[in-house]
């Protein structure tokens, strides 16, 4: 494969972004595109507050800002104040990914976790460059979308090897192809640049931001370019900004090994646990069933490297779509339900339906084959943020090392550090600058059992913003607003409804 002429990110400009005199029109919302997701038009909110969606032009490289521009997809429910209230400005929304369709996701998910947030705020939400409709990268088509998934993401020797370098060689070079203009110009800090020429086009004077996941990256990096423009803003699931890209993937080994071992001790006494079931009414008891659990969930693992179980659709549930599927399963305990079920059907029935379904929404698969931009946006905005650029002989030196981190996930995350090796942009930085002072208390959420952004970098996010103030939340899942604890939630509206700054450290089950 010829080799690709690298493009060089651009460095941005450092002084504030100019207003642009953009008046935004609102207008009823369309039906997603494929690039966004699945459904039609939002339907209102219970209190019949319908969604209105606008684009807000902004220049393409904000070191040109007289130079091309680029459509920012907008979706907003206006507040509804109750008697006696007053409405508050507006709470801007990003649900990470990156590459999270924000115009998509926030309609369905408000109609149960923002509602109190709705009385007194304008729920508003955007699709950032590169995502969806903001001139979203995309990269392979639903088919070939397919095969390369099909590649074994643990590669067992020197052909599966080359197949997967080969493989990540040529989705880059399908994104380079098919989104050349844009790739320069996707990385973080220029889409918070765009965050604060939004807030000057809804009129506000600070920006009140609600980030989740990447989320909280985009809004740190906000902080620290625009510290004096910051509002009230909650930073839940937080990332530790002074990681690179193998320390990145090496905790994610660390939080989901912790997290299917927190299922798997919970599975250890049901009587629906296929893996293996038992009492776990003594904690020896139940770390030996979470033993043996584990022991048989890696036979399967063992045997579909060699035999795929069949699914009703034709393609096959492969080793790695199963180690995807697990992975997002474990996003919420919520699904653990839903876990121990898909796990069931495979080892005892020996389909493997339900662990693809869980892969495919994690990898932004629709009906009919066809794909989200979420992963090729993903990559983008990652390989835009990152200077790190991995060789196949560095993953081989440190795959002992993520193996001990977690011996189910560690060596698909150690080999997925090859995402970035042949982008055709120079990453920005290694780490992320999040200083940020002389803005006001920024409240970071961090959970326990958080296994993609496992929560000791909410304290190292309070820690390097130097006005963090870190909300802890003992329980599972990838988030803490909306999980069900009641104290969280009660936490984080304080602050964000009446200014209620909680004390550093405040514990939530």
Not at 142 to 159: H, I, K, N, Q, V
Not at 310 to 322: E, I, K, V
Not at 334 to 351: I, N, T
Request: with cysteine; net charge positive; aromatic share 6%.
């Amino acid at each position: 494969m010829a080799a690709l002429v690298p493009l060089m990110a651009t460095t941005v400009a450092t002084s504030p972004a100019t207003p642009t005199g953009h008046e935004l029109t609102w207008k009823r919302c369309p039906a997603p595109t494929p690039g966004q997701g699945k459904g039609g038009r939002p339907e209102p909110l219970p209190d019949g507050t319908a969604w209105e969606c606008a684009t807000l032009q902004v220049p393409l490289d904000h070191a040109r800002p007289g130079g091309p521009r680029l459509p920012l997809a907008l979706v907003r429910a206006k507040a509804r104040p109750g008697a006696g209230e007053r409405r508050l400005g507006s709470l801007v929304f990003n649900f990470g990914g990156p590459g999270e369709s924000g115009v998509a996701t926030l309609p369905p998910v408000a109609r149960d976790d923002y509602l109190k947030l709705h009385r007194r705020y304008d729920l508003v939400s955007f699709d950032p460059r590169g995502v969806g409709r903001s001139d979203g990268v995309r990269c392979l088509d639903g088919r070939a979308f397919d095969a390369w998934r099909d590649l074994d993401g643990t590669p067992d020797g020197p052909a599966e090897e080359r197949a997967l370098t080969g493989g990540f060689r040529a989705f880059t070079a399908a994104c380079a192809r098919h989104a050349r203009a844009v790739l320069p110009y996707v990385g973080t800090e220029n889409a918070a640049r765009d965050l604060d020429l939004l807030r000057q086009a809804l009129g506000e004077e600070r920006l009140h931001y609600f980030g989740i996941s990447y989320g909280t990256k985009l809004g740190g990096v906000y902080a620290h370019l625009f510290a004096r423009r910051v509002g009230r803003m909650v930073l839940d699931g937080a990332v530790d900004p002074t990681e690179n890209a193998e320390q990145v993937a090496l905790h994610q080994a660390k939080g989901f090994q912790r997290a299917l071992g927190n299922f798997l001790r919970d599975c250890a006494g049901r009587r629906d646990c296929p893996v293996p079931g038992g009492r776990a009414a003594r904690q020896k008891d139940g770390e030996q069933d979470n033993r043996r659990g584990a022991r048989r969930l890696a036979r399967l693992l063992t045997r579909l490297d060699s035999r795929p179980l069949p699914t009703a659709d034709g393609r096959p549930l492969t080793q790695t779509q199963a180690l995807y599927g697990i992975a997002a399963a474990l996003y919420s305990r919520e699904f653990w339900p839903y876990l121990r079920l898909a796990l069931r059907s495979a080892v005892e029935d020996g389909k493997g339906d339900l662990l693809l379904y869980f892969s495919d929404a994690l990898h932004g698969r629709g009906d009919g084959g066809r794909y989200t931009n979420l992963q090729s946006a993903n990559a983008a905005v990652n390989c835009a943020d990152s200077s790190d650029r991995y060789t196949t002989a560095h993953v081989r030196t440190r795959l002992p090392q993520f193996r001990a981190a977690s011996p189910v996930f560690g060596e698909l995350l150690a080999w997925s550090l090859l995402q970035c090796t042949d982008w055709p942009v120079t990453g920005a930085a290694a780490a992320t600058d999040v200083r940020a002072p002389g803005a006001p208390p920024v409240l970071v959420v961090g959970t326990t059992g958080d296994p993609a952004t496992p929560y000791e970098g909410a304290a190292t996010m309070a820690e390097r913003l130097g006005v963090g103030v870190e909300l802890v939340h003992r329980g599972e899942g990838h988030g803490a607003y909306g999980s069900g604890s009641t104290c969280v939630d009660d936490t984080v509206n304080r602050f964000l409804l009446d200014g209620t700054v909680p004390a550093n450290r405040t514990t939530c089950a």
